[in-house]
C-alpha cells in the first residue's frame, strides 16, 4: 500500500527565514510526486510534479527536490504571503489515483 | 476556461435526507475523482472515473453513489445522510499527470 508522510505537522517561520518541508514516500513504483498548495476554504492548487530521483523543480521562493525515498520543499526567504498549507502526494505506475499525505501547515509571521 | 466548478459551496442536512453534488470540468480531462477532507485526515478518495461510462470505489465509498454520463459532468449523490459525512468535498479532473482541483462543498450533516 503507498504511504506519505510529511513533516513537521505545523511549522511557524519568520518572514525571511528559509526553511523545508519534508515529505518521505513508499509507493510501488513512483509515476510522479505532486506538490499542491492550500489556503483555508479552498481547493488544493498544484504547484510542482516530480518524475524521478534527482529532480528538482522552482516557483518564485519555492523548490521541490526528489530523492528516492523523500521530497523536500525548500522556501526561500518566505513571505506572509506564502502561509498556506502544503500537501503532497505519490502516484504509482498503474494507478489513476493519488495517495495524499496530511499536509504541513506553514505560518509566516511578518 | 472556468477549470472545475463545484455546487453547492455549502450545505446544511439533516439527518437521513439526501443530496447531490455537483462537479463539472471544462479541460475535457477524462479523469474525473471525487474527494472528503476531514480536519488532521488528509484527503480521501471516494470515487473515481476514468472516462463517461466508468466509474469506480475509491477507499471511503460507503454511503455514496456516482455517475458519468459525459466528459465534463461528474455529480456525487449522497443517499441517507448521517453526521459521519460531515465535511469537506472537492472535485478534481485530470488529463495525464497533475490532478486539478474545484474549490469545495462543505456539507454539515445534523
Known amino acids: 500500500e503507498d504511504q506519505v508522510t510529511q513533516s513537521p505537522e505545523a511549522l511557524r517561520l519568520q518572514e525571511g527565514e528559509s526553511s523545508s518541508l519534508n515529505c518521505s514516500y513508499t509507493v510501488s513504483g513512483l509515476r510522479g510526486l505532486f506538490w499542491y498548495r492550500q489556503d483555508p476554504g479552498k481547493g488544493p492548487e498544484f504547484l510542482f510534479t516530480?518524475?524521478?530521483a534527482g529532480e528538482e523543480k522552482e516557483k518564485e521562493r519555492l523548490k521541490a527536490t526528489l530523492t528516492k525515498k523523500e521530497s523536500f520543499l525548500h522556501i526561500t526567504a518566505p513571505k506572509p504571503e506564502d502561509s498556506a498549507t502544503y500537501l503532497c502526494?505519490?502516484?504509482?505506475?498503474?494507478?489513476?489515483?493519488?495517495?495524499f499525505g496530511t499536509g504541513t501547515r506553514l505560518t509566516i509571521i511578518p | 476556461n472556468a477549470g472545475v466548478t463545484q455546487t453547492p459551496k455549502f450545505r446544511i442536512l439533516k439527518i437521513g435526507q439526501s443530496m447531490t453534488l455537483q462537479c463539472t470540468q471544462d479541460?475535457?480531462?477524462?479523469?474525473m475523482y471525487w474527494y472528503r477532507q476531514d480536519p488532521g485526515m488528509g484527503l480521501k478518495l471516494i470515487y473515481y472515473s476514468v472516462g463517461a461510462g466508468i466509474t469506480d470505489k475509491g477507499e471511503v465509498p460507503n454511503g455514496y453513489n456516482v455517475s458519468r454520463s459525459t466528459t465534463e459532468d461528474f455529480p456525487l449523490r449522497l443517499e441517507l445522510a448521517a453526521p459521519s459525512q460531515t465535511s469537506v468535498y472537492f472535485c478534481a479532473s485530470s488529463g495525464y499527470n497533475e490532478q486539478f482541483f474545484g474549490p469545495g462543498t462543505r456539507l454539515t450533516v445534523l
Open positions: 516530480l518524475y524521478s
Open positions: 479541460m475535457n480531462h477524462n479523469y
Open positions: 502526494a505519490v502516484q504509482a505506475f498503474g494507478n489513476e489515483k493519488l495517495t
